[in-house]
């Protein structure tokens, strides 16, 4: 079970965080990410963390503004989000899947979160 917070509205070019506890499974073998959806536009891809290792990749739109990282004590990872922008504004997915790769697209992902919104003002 994947358990997502952390959303909430923010000012652009400030700064908010995301985590996603997961319960119920060891991640050692799992790559974890998390998707966004805004109003009317189709999911995109934010960023990817293998577990094993903590090696994370990220969309092209997220790229140095966002950072993942993990803790593996608490079984839960971590979207630090800055400079925010009002383009930024969406649901935040957070997803798993059993694998060490580059995993992109949403039917890669076998487990999801339920969302949680972050909404940057302008």
């Known amino acids: 079970q994947l358990q997502a917070s952390g959303g909430g509205l923010v000012q652009a070019g400030g700064s908010l965080r995301l985590s996603c506890a997961v319960s119920?499974?060891?991640?050692?073998?799992?790559?974890m990410g998390w998707f966004r959806q805004a109003p009317g536009k189709e999911r995109e891809f934010v960023g990817g963390l293998r577990w094993s290792d903590g090696s994370p990749y990220y969309g092209d739109s997220v790229k140095g503004r966002f950072t993942l990282s993990r803790d593996n004590a608490k079984n839960t990872m971590t979207l630090q989000m800055n400079t925010l922008k009002p383009e930024d504004t969406a649901v935040y997915y957070c997803?798993?899947?059993?694998?060490?790769?580059?995993?992109?697209?949403?039917?890669?992902?076998?487990?999801w979160g339920q969302g949680t919104l972050v909404t940057v003002s302008s």
């Open positions: 997803v798993a899947t059993w694998g060490y790769y580059t995993y992109v697209k949403e039917n890669q992902y076998d487990y």
């Open positions: 119920g499974r060891t991640l050692g073998a799992y790559t």
